[in-house]
T-cell receptor, first 115, second 110 residues
Framework: GAVVSQHPSRVICKSGTSVKIECRSLDFQATTMFWYRQFPKQSLMLMATSNEGSKATYEQGVEKDKFLINHASLTLSTLTVTSAHPEDSSFYIC???????????FGSGTRLTVV | SQQGEEDPQALSIQEGENATMNCSYKTSINNLQWYRQNSGRGLVHLILIRSNEREKHSGRLRVTLDTSKKSSSLLITASRAADTASYFCATDQAGTALIFGKGTTLSVSS
C-alpha cells in the first residue's frame, strides 16, 4: 500500500535554530500534502495544506514565516520550523493524498523538542 | 480547525468489556474515519465509513454513522489491554484535509 516516510522521527534542537522535517511518498505521487501539529494529550490540528508546485495554504493562527512548507516535487514535502522556541515543541505529522484524491496516507510523525 | 467533539474524553474498562466512543461533527462529509494512536506514536487507520453507509464492521470494531445527527460511534468488543490508546474520528469533506475530533483516551486493564 501507499507509504509516506517521515524523517526525522525525533529531533532536539536549541532555541533559535531551525529544523527541517521531510515527508516522502515512496510509491505514489503526493499531489497534496497536509501538515498537522499535536500537542501532548491533544488532538491533531491542521497547520497547512500544500499542493505540488504551489504555495501552501496556512490555517488561521499558523505563522507562515515561522513554519515554511516546500512541496517542490510530487514525492517530497518539507516543513521547516524557523527560529524554534520551546513552545514549538510538539509532534508534527504529515499526510499525503495522491493524484486520484483517494485516501490519506500519514507519515509516522516527528517529535520536536526545543531546549 | 476541529470538526467537533468526541465523548467520553477518557474511558477506563476491564479486559473483555466493550468500549463505545462517540464523535460529533459540524459539516457535511464524504466519509468519516477512525484512527488509533498509541502514546507518542503515529496514527493507525482503523475503519472508514462513507456518508451513504449507516454501519460497518471490521473484526472487533463496529462503526455507525448518523448523518442526520452528524454523529458516529465506534464500538470495540471484547477489549484487550493492547487496545489501550487514543482514538480519533476524522471527517473528510471532499478534497480537503481530514479534520480530527478531540479524541477519546481508552485504558483497558487486565
Amino acid at each position: 500500500g501507499a507509504v509516506v516516510s517521515q524523517h526525522p522521527s525525533r529531533v532536539i534542537c536549541k532555541s533559535g535554530t531551525s529544523v527541517k522535517i521531510e515527508c516522502r511518498s515512496l510509491d505514489f505521487q503526493a499531489t497534496t500534502m497536509f501538515w498537522y501539529r499535536q500537542f501532548p494529550k491533544q488532538s491533531l490540528m491542521l497547520m497547512a495544506t500544500s499542493n505540488e508546485g504551489s504555495k501552501a495554504t496556512y490555517e488561521q493562527g499558523v505563522e507562515k514565516d515561522k513554519f515554511l512548507i516546500n512541496h517542490a516535487s510530487l514525492t517530497l514535502s518539507t516543513l521547516t520550523v524557523t527560529s524554534a522556541h520551546p513552545e514549538d515543541s510538539s509532534f508534527y505529522i504529515c499526510s499525503a493524498r495522491d493524484r486520484g484524491g483517494y485516501g490519506y496516507t500519514f507519515g509516522s510523525g516527528t517529535r520536536l523538542t526545543v531546549v | 480547525s476541529q470538526q467537533g467533539e468526541e465523548d467520553p474524553q477518557a474511558l477506563s474498562i476491564q479486559e473483555g468489556e466493550n468500549a463505545t466512543m462517540n464523535c460529533s461533527y459540524k459539516t457535511s462529509i464524504n466519509n468519516l474515519q477512525w484512527y488509533r494512536q498509541n502514546s507518542g506514536r503515529g496514527l493507525v487507520h482503523l475503519i472508514l465509513i462513507r456518508s451513504n453507509e449507516r454501519e460497518k464492521h471490521s473484526g472487533r470494531l463496529r462503526v455507525t454513522l448518523d448523518t442526520s445527527k452528524k454523529s458516529s460511534s465506534l464500538l470495540i468488543t471484547a477489549s484487550r489491554a493492547a487496545d489501550t490508546a487514543s482514538y480519533f474520528c476524522a471527517t473528510d469533506q471532499a478534497g480537503t484535509a481530514l479534520i480530527f475530533g478531540k479524541g477519546t483516551t481508552l485504558s483497558v486493564s487486565s
